[in-house]
T-cell receptor
Framework: AQSVTQLGSHVSVSEGALVLLRCNYS??????LFWYVQYPNQGLQLLLK??????LVKGINGFEAEFKKSETSFHLTKPSAHMSDAAEYCC?????????????FGKGTTLSVSS | DAGVTQSPTHLIKTRGQQVTLRCSPK?????VSWYQQALGQGPQFIFQ???????QRGNFPDRFSGHQFPNYSSELNVNALLLGDSALYLC???????????????FGPGTRLTVT
């Protein structure tokens, strides 16, 4: 069975500081990994995804994540936080097979950015 | 392109009632997935529909059922509502194509269900 653990339900940073949101996964088969962002009263928007190939993945809004198989991690980073980055961030894992492509999410991390 | 649309936006029901939520997928998509997001939690997978059949199901009771229509739109039905069913229900669409390939799932804005 697959699972996702997001360390820290709430992360606070200052504007301009490094953003680091942690995600660890469990999967018995090679995983596909995703980060989604959710703004209040909106649906989820894909930030970035890892399927195969390069382990450092760049996404929208300056975010990137690195797939580390040995650590079963897929942490999300951004060098310099903006006020507009304040939102809920969800990490998810999936596998591609004939049975379907359900996303298994972590509990989410709320990012607060202060001026 | 309208993206994924869901209706209604908000809904208030009483315990024991039944509810139907609707989803129209993004143009060109043939697969619809439903997720339940309780307050303060990440989304939980309910089920996925492809070619008008349920192809994958999460750990939800039979009170949760669905349907996919020939135009790929979908409905989520919940019977015998419980207080614990109060949540944001998200619909996501993708173009699975029956090949098991991973494709981006596009999410709608959700339906906020409150059970009193």
């Amino acid at each position: 069975a697959q699972s996702v653990t997001q360390l820290g339900s709430h992360v606070s940073v200052s504007e301009g500081a490094l953003v680091l949101l942690r995600c660890n996964y469990s999967s018995s088969v090679p995983p596909y990994l995703f980060w989604y962002v959710q703004y209040p009263n909106q649906g989820l928007q894909l930030l970035l995804k890892y399927t195969t190939g390069a382990t450092l993945v760049k996404g929208i809004n300056g975010f990137e994540a690195e797939f580390k198989k040995s650590e079963t991690s897929f942490h999300l980073t951004k060098p310099s936080a903006h006020m507009s980055d304040a939102a809920e961030y969800c990490c998810a894992v999936s596998t591609a097979n004939q049975a379907g492509t359900a996303l298994i999410f972590g509990k989410g991390t709320t990012l607060s950015v202060s001026s | 392109d309208a993206g994924v649309t869901q209706s209604p936006t908000h809904l208030i029901k009483t315990r024991g009632q039944q509810v139907t939520l609707r989803c129209s997928p993004k143009s060109g998509h043939d697969t619809v997935s439903w997720y339940q997001q309780a307050l303060g939690q990440g989304p939980q997978f309910i089920f996925q529909y492809y070619e008008e059949e349920e192809r994958q199901r999460g750990n939800f009771p039979d009170r949760f059922s669905g349907h996919q229509f020939p135009n790929y739109s979908s409905e989520l039905n919940v019977n015998a509502l419980l207080l614990g069913d109060s949540a944001l229900y998200l619909c996501a669409s993708s173009s699975l194509g029956g090949q098991g390939a991973v494709d981006e799932q596009y999410f709608g804005p959700g339906t906020r269900l409150t059970v009193t």
